[in-house]
Structures are given as structure tokens and as C-alpha cells.
């Protein structure tokens, strides 16, 4: 499995990001694909997942409402809009496949295949 993303930035509370995962490597019609985020000193947590075989997407609490994820299965791309930031969404994100071995759940689904992450700072 190999994930890149791409998009991290320096952006302003309120302020829109947009964030892109390219990935290979494994059967995505079979495998849910997500974001999780990590801040520093926190436990990295879950943000959004979809279940390419039913369509079905689960947004953490925390980005309901501001954050949406989609999906290019043509192009095996996976976009992450984030609006109205916040300082609290500050963290490096990751591009995350299910992976039925691995050591996070989230959405109904254990995770175990990362990206590299990409660092999104929003300023006060």
C-alpha cells in the first residue's frame, strides 16, 4: 500500500484547506480509506472514513458538519476538504487504509496502513 498526501499548509481560523491522498498498491473497491490526524502530545485520532463498498461515510464528532471527505475512484484519489478551521484542528493528517490487523479502529474499522502525513497549522 502506498499513500502520499498533499495540501498541509498555514492557514487562519475560519479559513478552508483542502487536503489529497494519492493511493495505490491494494484492491480500493475492497478497502474503507480515511483520515486520521495526530497533534502534538494527543493520541492520533480518527476524522472521517468511507466504506467503498457500500458508499457509506463516518465523520468523527469533532469535523461533522465542517469537514467532507470524497472520493475519486477512477484517479484512486481521496480529498479532504476542511473548513471553518479551528486552532484545535491543528495536526499532521494522515491517509489511512483499512487493514485488518491493525491497531486502530475507527468507524467500524481497524486501520493499519498510513501515509507519510501532512501538517495543517491554523493560526489564532
Known amino acids: 500500500v502506498q499513500l502520499a498526501e498533499s495540501g498541509g499548509g498555514l492557514v487562519q481560523t475560519g479559513g478552508s484547506l483542502t487536503l489529497s491522498c494519492a493511493a495505490s498498491?491494494?484492491?480500493?473497491?475492497?478497502?474503507?480509506i480515511g483520515w486520521f490526524r495526530q497533534a502534538p502530545g494527543k493520541e492520533r485520532e480518527g476524522v472521517v472514513c468511507?466504506?467503498?463498498?457500500?458508499?457509506?461515510?463516518y465523520y468523527s464528532d469533532s469535523v461533522k458538519g465542517r469537514y467532507t471527505i470524497s472520493r475519486d475512484s477512477s484517479k484512486n484519489t481521496l480529498d479532504l476538504r476542511m473548513s471553518s478551521l479551528k486552532p484545535e484542528d491543528t495536526a499532521v493528517y494522515y491517509c489511512v487504509v483499512e487493514d485488518y490487523s491493525g491497531d486502530y479502529y475507527f468507524g467500524g474499522f481497524r486501520w493499519g496502513s498510513w501515509g507519510q502525513g501532512t501538517q495543517v497549522t491554523v493560526s489564532s
Open positions: 498498491g491494494f484492491a480500493s473497491e475492497s478497502y474503507a
Open positions: 468511507i466504506n467503498p463498498r457500500t458508499g457509506n461515510i
